[in-house]
């Protein structure tokens, strides 16, 4: 079984940036993806980036080119780096695991306010 747990929050102005992390812990050999997902208010959860085990990358089309996803496995900790953030980026920010063995964990969220 594999703990997450997201810091690194808040509220920040639009323009501004603001850094995620995600603490894993537990059976943290098990993982083998990544991801950050996202979910504003009264919308459903959506995928905001991923890395694979073997650091491949992908992003939504929202934040390409301002968000970058990455991975320190040695730390067993997943980052995302979020610049020149818009309004639209306020949402509760959820980190997901992928084991091996086809199982998946989830984070408790950290709330990211965007304001205009």
């Known amino acids: 079984q594999v703990q997450l747990v997201e810091s690194g929050g808040g509220l920040v102005q639009a323009g501004g940036s603001l850094r995620l992390s995600c603490a894993a812990s537990?059976?943290?050999?098990?993982?083998?993806?990544m991801g950050w997902y996202r979910q504003a208010p009264g919308k459903q959860r959506e995928l905001v980036a991923g890395?694979?085990?073997?650091?491949?990358?992908n992003y939504a089309d929202s934040v390409k080119g301002r968000f970058t996803i990455s991975r320190d496995v040695a730390k067993n900790t997943l980052y995302l780096q979020m610049s020149s953030l818009k309004p639209e980026d306020t949402a509760v920010y959820y980190c997901?695991?992928?084991?091996?063995?086809?199982?998946?964990?989830w984070g408790q969220g950290t709330q990211v306010t965007v304001s205009s």
């Open positions: 537990g059976s943290t050999f098990g993982i083998n993806a």
């Open positions: 997901k695991a992928d084991l091996w063995r086809g199982t998946t964990s």
């Open positions: 890395i694979s085990s073997g650091s491949k990358t």
